[in-house]
């Protein structure tokens, strides 16, 4: 999935994490990470957005349809 990282991957999960859960611009995330020390771009925040977040979703609804109890009748269908 992700080859030839220039950045730590807890960094890029940062700002993957914050980009979709919080309503932030892509320029403003660009500044919370240079506040933290990490100069990011906005390009790269947004290439990583685009290549992580299909994967990340995934592997969360894969995790809660494991983690749904057999007995719920509000049960998400998994397959």
Known sequence: MIKRLHFPLEIMLVCVRWYAAYPLSLRSLEEMM?????L???ATDHRWALKMLPVLAAVFRRRK????SPGESTRPMCS
């Open 40 to 42: 990011v771009d906005h």
């Open 34 to 38: 240079a506040e933290r020390g990490a």
């Open 65 to 68: 349809c494991l983690l749904a």
